[in-house]
């Protein structure tokens, strides 16, 4: 089982890293727009911004396991939950 948290706790550790780089190249991105000039990114920021919700949710997916397997609770559950509705 601690092999188990080692090995999620090097993912989480990958994904951020991974997840630093697209915020960085978003911001690169950002700041070298210029519409005037005929310069639109707007299709690299699109894909970097969806790819970084993926990494969000992975993140959040592997710290949740990890407290599964540490015995603690995952988090709050969504409050509507019980009328099942999640939102």
Known sequence: MQDDIELLQA???????????????IKRLLFDEDIAAGRCHA???H???QEKMR???????R?????RLQ???PGE?????DKGFPF
């Open 71 to 73: 015995g603690e609770s």
């Open 43 to 45: 299709q690299a920021l």
């Open 63 to 67: 710290r949740n396991k990890i407290r």
């Open 47 to 49: 894909k970097n911004r």
């Open 77 to 81: 559950p969504p409050p509507n939950l």
């Open 11 to 25: 993912e989480v550790a990958a994904f951020k890293a991974e997840k630093e780089a697209l915020e960085a190249e």
């Open 55 to 61: 990494l969000e949710t992975e993140l959040l997916a």
